[in-house]
């Protein structure tokens, strides 16, 4: 058997989480592989609406085994709260949800560390959420790392403790004003590594190698976005790990010959959070709403996304580095009612317009070229079928396909896993 990938292809907030949940029910395994809890995927359906940080999006399928992989990083205390909030859909998380011994710890001196590195960048700050994900990701690359499987060990308080020394002469380092009390913050950690322990730890590659042997399907989903992956990202606006379809082989420990399909999602306009270059950002009245309408805030942060135009040229790299397969269209629902819609499709850059992505893509150096659409005005959210949608829309996704060259099989109208139009 093989695996199937599922990818964001801008920067973040596509919508993953849903089309994890929509696509569930055809995989025995779902298994997260990269990424720490600054990824928010949110669900949507009966009425509720869920947030996962680091638990696979499959988590609410009865028949899916959910893995955490050796290149995700787990912030114990806010996963015990993840956990929490399924306390009451009645899960067997002990045999539904498995962790890689491989998979590193963020601890509270991670995300301590996080916050003064920030707070000494000043205006030039990256936008960090502060969740201790780069500084753990450090750790593991400097191999100083805490692992899961250190938990089972005798002498992980202190291997913690060495870490964590380390970690305060660095924040001293920093020089800035910070106020923390350690000793709260460790004893919330350990508590929470307690509950840790109550689930299920793996040799993921093995097992997961092993699942294709049996025959079984896997789907691996990935966190964030393409353009924030650490190699091909808009450096060095990006997350610190690789969020494209590479890093689910070295995220899982699965051979790049065992991957199949690679479906790649991203909205019908473009979003980004935090700092970094955005070439088609808008900031008019058009912005504004697409904000609105769209409900354009973090849903493990709060933040405030930027909105802009859909940018062809990202796409088309995204697609490429990928290789996706298929194309998912999320919140088609949010154009309706312009009366006319931009798409980028090329970019001037020292000079001549070109159709790829540079080396750096900051406002001075590229401008967007745009062609115009024609938009729709129709109520896409309680349609259920292509053949219904507006032909302004229909003739949307049909430019798109012929530009990136790869088919768009999804178009979401909503937020609910009901709001899903197969094309």
Same mark, same amino acid.
């Given at each position: ?13 596509e919508?993953?989480?849903k089309i ?10 779902i298994a ?18 869920h947030?996962?940080r680091?638990?696979?999006s499959?988590?609410?399928h009865k028949n899916?085994i ?7 990083v787990?912030d114990?205390v806010v996963?015990?709260k993840?956990?929490?909030?399924l306390e ?5 998380l002990?045999?539904k ?12 001196t991670?995300?301590l560390l ?8 000043g205006?030039a700050?990256i =936008? *960090?959420t &502060?969740?201790?994900?780069?500084? /753990? +990701?450090?750790?593991? %690359?400097?191999?100083n790392g805490?692992r899961? !499987?250190d938990i089972?060990?005798?002498?992980f ?6 870490l964590a020394?380390?970690?305060e002469?660095?924040i001293a ?9 350690l000793?709260e913050?460790?004893?919330e ?8 322990k109550?689930l299920?730890f ?10 294709m ?9 990935g966190?964030? =976005? *393409?353009? &924030?992956?650490i190699?091909f990202g /808009? +450096?060095?606006?990006v %997350?610190s790990?690789?969020t494209?379809?590479? !890093?689910?082989c070295?995220?899982?420990?699965v ?12 909205k ?5 959070v ?5 070439p ?9 709403t697409?904000?609105k ?14 909105c802009g135009?859909l940018?062809l ?10 290789g ?5 269209m999320m ?7 312009f009366d ?14 070109i ?24 109520d896409?959210?309680?349609m259920?079928?292509?053949e ?11 430019f798109?396909e012929?530009?990136?060259?790869v088919?768009?099989r ?8 009901t709001?899903?139009i197969?094309?």
């Open positions: 058997m093989t695996v199937d990938l599922l990818l964001g292809l801008q920067w973040g907030d919508g993953k989480g994890v949940d929509v696509l569930t029910s055809k995989y025995d395994i997260r592989f990269q990424g720490g809890p600054n990824a928010g995927h949110t669900l949507e359906f009966d009425g509720i609406k947030v996962l680091t638990i696979p499959g988590i609410f899916s959910n893995i955490i992989g050796n290149g995700v787990i114990p996963f015990q993840e956990l929490e909030g009451k859909f009645n899960m067997d002990k045999s949800l498995l962790i890689s011994r491989k998979a590193h710890l963020i601890l509270p991670h995300r996080d916050a003064a590195s920030e707070a000494s960048k205006k700050k =936008g *960090s &502060l969740k201790g994900i780069g500084p /753990t +990701y450090m750790d593991k %690359t400097g191999r805490i899961v !499987g089972e060990l005798a002498d308080k202190e291997r913690y403790r060495n020394d380390k970690h002469a660095m380092f920093y020089d800035v004003d910070m106020q923390y009390n000793k913050l460790e004893d950690f350990f508590a929470s590594v307690e509950v840790l109550t299920q793996i040799d993921s590659e093995e097992y997961l190698n092993n699942a042997k049996e025959g079984k399907s896997i789907l691996a989903e966190a964030q =976005g *393409s353009l &924030l992956d190699d /808009t +450096y060095p606006f %997350t790990s690789n494209t379809a590479a !890093g689910a070295t995220g899982l420990g051979a790049p010959n065992k991957v199949k399909e690679v479906f790649g999602i991203f019908a306009y473009t979003t980004r935090g700092s970094g270059p955005f088609t950002e808008l900031f008019d009245q058009v912005g504004e697409i904000a309408v769209g409900n354009e805030f973090g849903s493990v942060t709060g933040r405030a996304r930027r135009w940018d040229v990202a796409l088309k790299y995204a697609v490429q580095v990928n996706v397969t298929e194309l998912y919140k088609g629902d949010v154009l309706s009612g006319t819609l931009k798409v980028c499709t090329g970019y001037k850059y020292n000079g001549e317009v159709n790829h992505l540079p080396y750096n893509i900051e406002e001075k150096n590229v401008t967007p070229v745009y062609v115009e659409k024609k938009g729709w005005k129709a896409l959210t309680g259920t079928k292509y219904e949608l507006p032909s302004e829309l229909k003739e949307y996704v049909e798109i012929r530009e990136v060259g088919p768009i999804v178009i979401s109208v909503g937020p609910d896993r709001q899903t197969v094309k």
